[in-house]
Nanobody, 112 residues
Framework: QLQVVESGGGLVQPGGSLRISCAPY????????IAWFRQAPGKEREGVSC????????HYSDSVKGRFTISRDKAKNMVYMQMNSLKLEDTGVYYC?????WGQGTQVTVSS
């Protein structure tokens, strides 16, 4: 089973920015499509963004389009999600998904 670890979450004020990371253990991310999901308290997990393995095509949910950017750094074997103009409703645990594997998540809290 593939293993990934998310990092970079934290507490930020509304309007602020964070960059979260997804790091693999023992394999190369190049060959996989990667997706970010999030789960807010009391809500179901929802897809936020994804990047394809083949050509780097990206997709975003309507709620984050224009504010979040998913990217892949092949040299560092990492995937990132840059989150700008954060809103209170962006609060949640953010998960990286590779194949059928999930990381443990990283907490993002947007609060004044």
């Amino acid at each position: 089973q593939l293993q990934v670890v998310e990092s970079g979450g934290g507490l930020v004020q509304p309007g602020g920015s964070l960059r979260i990371s997804c790091a693999p253990y023992g394999f190369t991310l190049d060959y996989y499509s990667i997706a970010w999901f999030r789960q807010a308290p009391g809500k179901e997990r929802e897809g936020v963004s994804c990047i394809s393995a083949s050509d780097g095509t990206t997709h975003y949910s309507d709620s984050v389009k224009g504010r979040f950017t998913i990217s892949r750094d092949k040299a560092k074997n990492m995937v990132y999600m840059q989150m700008n103009s954060l809103k209170l409703e962006d609060t949640g645990v953010y998960y990286c998904k590779v194949g059928d594997s999930w990381g443990q998540g990283t907490q993002v809290t947007v609060s004044s």
